[in-house]
């Protein structure tokens, strides 16, 4: 299955065409022919599609999204409207799809974003965006402009009675709003601590409203599949994972980039669609989704790349952020660089998390110093078990597996450090 | 002090939303883009136009990695050493920054033109190593190559004020 042919892409078809981001360009490539189609639907017809499509979240999570529509309250309440948050806080190491969506087919995640707030009785939608992508951030709101301009935002869109505005965001610097719950939080101006769950946004979101919560990906898909329908976007992946995955894919490649493929694909496959290993060298190890994931060993090259498959694989998709790691990789100096990342952007609220985060990685400097003993690691393998499971949020979670996974899965890579330590104490 | 430009964008900012408080990130963002840092005096400032205490308002902006309460720098260069750019060789880019400014990261040159930090995962890794000057993104790097980039920047061939 390699990288499907470009005209055939649901949301990246155009991407090559100088000035992509232009409605112009956008109108030429049938931009907004999804959103006339969806406003001669009635709202819950285009959530029983998208559930249909089995479309799932494509941030991290991969929660199915027509259910996760399908949960919001019928109608809004009287003096509690709906609202649409799209998450393009994209921080998850490896991920730069987002990126890739936003500055060369914003149209597309407009367009989706105006469908899911039509199906969901919104009239408001935020586009929360992270604050580093300066440039993308002024594409996004060049190209609402645009938008609006051509009445495709606003009121009474294209004569349908249905009103509608896209407001942008900027984050600041901080993984942790990724987390829908503290996106949540820092969107309504304060520290992005997480939120517990539930109440789930749906019932309780932004400034306490039912609010649905999408993946610029995800949002992105949706034009496509209503276009097309639920049993084209099929065509694709598996039963359980339907449709296409744009892949991010960097590391000892020849080729980094974003390639829109069935999900299911391979790292073999991928690896040769971006250009294959770099100076020729073997593959060791590799992320599958972001450092959220556990790592994997060359073993997997075959593994399909979809939910379940690198579920049952002991790892997850995740964002798909792949990064490749060749055999000259020190799979324990990358690790401790992923535990310190962990630790920079903890948010604090809870012990275990800005505790274990801090610990897990003192320990790595101890081992990567060579001044540790099996016990450490033992002690190490202890921390990174304990915070799965009892973290406030995933961030401790993932934290834990990502250090786990090293332990578990390549042990020879701290035997090196360990047995030089080893070797270096003389008893008297 | 806030200029009257900078508070009629504040006043504006604040009201879009629900709460008034929403509209902080981007009232931030504005002052940073006018001012390139927050004193304690602006923010108390900014915590009575939004009615909120002044600690809610540090603090807040305190959480993000944006917005630095401290003196001003012309540049600030963030270089990425994360996972991505690790296997691309960011170690040797992060050596030539530091031994070229003198400097470690956290830290700012005697003369307060630059300051050096580390960045998390950018979202360039498909141009690894990648680093950023003020809020423009450099990708693809050599350590060559950087080295022009910054004797261009110095001479005044590049123009600081394009660094957005």
Redo the contacts between chains.
């Keep these: 299955m390699p990288e499907i042919p470009v005209e055939k892409q649901t949301i990246l078809s155009y991407r090559h065409e100088p000035g992509s981001n232009t409605i112009k360009v956008a109108l030429k490539h049938g931009a907004y022919d999804a959103l006339k189609a969806a406003l001669k639907l009635q709202p819950a017809e285009i959530t029983e599609i998208v559930k249909q499509s089995g479309l799932r979240g494509r941030g991290g999570a991969g929660f199915p999204t027509g259910l996760k529509w399908s949960f919001m309250p019928k109608e809004p309440a009287p003096g509690r409207p709906h609202f649409v948050l799209v998450n393009a806080d994209?921080?998850?190491?490896?991920?730069?799809k987002d990126?890739e969506i936003m500055r060369k087919v914003p149209h597309k995640l407009i367009e989706g974003t105006l469908i899911a707030c039509y199906a969901n009785h919104a009239h408001r939608a935020y586009i929360y965006i992270?604050?580093?992508?300066?440039?993308t951030y002024n594409i996004v709101a060049q190209a609402i402009a645009e938008a609006s301009t051509a009445g495709f935002i606003g009121n009474n869109i294209l004569g349908s009675g249905f009103n509608c505005e896209i407001?942008l965001?900027?984050?600041?610097?901080?993984?942790i709003c990724g987390e829908e719950t503290a996106l949540m939080e820092?969107?309504?101006?304060?520290?992005?601590y997480p939120r517990p769950r539930p109440p789930y946004a749906v019932t309780y979101g932004l400034?306490g409203?039912p609010t649905v919560i999408n993946n610029v990906e995800t949002i992105a898909s949706v034009p496509w599949i209503i276009l097309n329908g639920a049993q084209a976007y099929r065509q694709w992946g598996t039963e359980k994972s339907p449709g296409t995955k744009i892949y991010?894919i960097?590391?000892?490649i020849n080729n980094?980039?974003?390639y829109e493929c069935p999900l299911g694909t391979t790292l073999r496959e991928l690896i040769d669609i971006s250009g294959g290993m770099l100076n020729n060298g073997k593959c060791k190890a590799f992320?599958p989704g972001g450092?959220s994931t556990p790592l994997l060993g060359a073993e997997h090259l075959d593994t399909p790349m979809d939910y379940e498959s690198l579920a049952a694989a002991g790892s997850a998709l995740g964002s798909g952020?792949v990064?490749?790691?060749d055999e000259s990789?020190d799979l324990v100096?990358?690790m401790w660089?992923?535990s310190k990342?962990f630790e920079?952007?903890s948010?604090g609220k809870c012990t275990p998390c800005h505790q274990g985060t801090w610990w897990m990685t003192r320990i790595l400097e101890r081992i990567l110093n060579k001044q540790a003993s099996v016990d450490d690691i033992e002690t190490l393998r202890d921390m990174a078990s304990i915070m799965r499971g009892v973290c406030f949020c995933p961030l401790g979670d993932s934290a834990g597996d990502a250090v786990l996974s090293l332990i578990e899965k390549f042990p020879s890579e701290l035997d090196r450090y360990l047995k030089f330590s080893a070797d270096m104490t003389v008893s008297v | 002090m806030l200029s009257e430009s900078l508070k009629e964008q504040i006043e504006e900012l604040i009201t879009l939303h629900p709460s008034k408080r929403a509209g902080l990130l981007m009232a931030l963002h504005a002052m940073r883009n006018e001012i390139g840092y927050l004193t304690i005096e602006d923010l108390t400032e900014l915590s009575s136009i939004i009615g909120e205490s002044p600690a809610e308002i540090q603090s807040t902006a305190n959480f993000y990695e944006m917005f630095h309460l401290q003196r001003p720098v012309k540049i600030r260069i963030s270089a990425c050493t994360s996972v991505s750019c690790m296997l691309r060789g960011c170690d040797e880019i992060v050596e030539y920054l530091k031994s070229r400014l003198g400097i470690g990261f956290g830290e700012t040159t005697p003369d307060g033109l630059f300051h050096l930090e580390e960045a998390e995962c950018l979202g360039a890794c498909d141009t690894a190593p990648a680093i950023v000057i003020n809020d423009k993104y450099f990708g693809n790097l050599t350590v060559n190559g950087l080295e022009l980039l910054l004797n261009d920047l110095l001479a005044g061939k590049i123009n600081i004020e394009d660094m957005r």
């Design positions: 994209e921080s998850e190491p490896g991920t730069f990126r992270r604050g580093e992508y300066s440039r407001l965001h900027r984050g600041a610097g901080a993984y820092s969107l309504e101006g304060k520290r992005g400034f409203f991010s960097s590391g000892h980094p980039g974003t992320f450092c952020g990064m490749v790691m990789t100096k990358i660089r992923v990342f920079h952007e948010c």
